[in-house]
């Protein structure tokens, strides 16, 4: 069955372009950003990973890990990460598994037949410190993903997990949030008086942090 939201993200051990690691002993107290891309030496791939790449300070200063993935070998990845350095100047410094049994991708559902059978599909899992999924993201082979989006949600989950809100539509770091609505009579009757936040009504209150 596919990993869902809320689910622990299951257990692997595999070769990287960095090393040998096992999920589960990797990136202590942080977060995981684990991505899968078709084929190296791809043109839509090489545009994503270099996004990757390019933003990782981004991701580093969120206390996020990344690791990339497809079904290709140790040995095309190293090829391929050589190329897009000798080409673009941009050097892929994060893990890339090699999974020619594709046994990772099968583990996490990045395999989907109607697309391919021998290609990950451009999945991203966002992952926290205890291991838990939180967001699962899918794209098809044709369509590259979007790293604005990308970083705004890891950082939404993290602001919203730090001080206990929801995120409203379109949110970026220092837009209003969404304060839980209230569970209980009491609980409304203060949210009515109160004066400290922007009120839609007593279920739609939104403040600034």
């Not at 993200?9 to 107290?29: C, L, R």
């Not at 545009?47 to 040995?75: P, V, Y």
Request: contains cysteine.
């Amino acid at each position: 069955m596919m990993p869902r939201i809320g689910d622990q993200a299951p257990d692997f051990e595999a070769v990287t372009t960095k090393g040998k690691i096992k999920f589960s002993d990797y990136a202590k107290d942080k977060w995981v950003v684990m991505f899968s891309h078709p084929a190296d030496f791809t043109p839509v791939c090489t545009t994503e990973m270099s996004g990757f790449a390019i933003r990782k300070d981004e991701f580093t200063a969120l206390n996020t890990e990344l690791i990339g993935l497809s079904i290709d070998s140790i040995h095309s990845h190293l090829a391929w990460v050589n190329n897009v350095r000798e080409k673009t100047g941009v050097y892929l410094d994060f893990p890339i598994i090699a999974d020619l049994d594709m046994k990772v991708a099968k583990l996490y559902g990045m395999l989907q037949p109607n697309e391919s059978e021998t290609a990950a599909v451009r999945a991203v899992f966002f992952i926290d410190p205890s291991k838990k999924i939180r967001l699962i993201m899918y794209y098809p082979l044709n369509v590259g993903r979007n790293m604005d989006e990308i970083l705004r949600v890891l950082e939404a989950l993290q602001f919203s997990d730090e001080h206990k809100v929801a995120i409203p539509l379109n949110w970026k770091k220092g837009d209003k949030v969404i304060v839980p609505p209230p569970k209980t009579l009491d609980e409304m009757e203060a949210r009515l008086a109160d004066t400290t936040c922007e009120r839609t009504d007593f279920y739609l209150c939104k403040k600034t942090i």
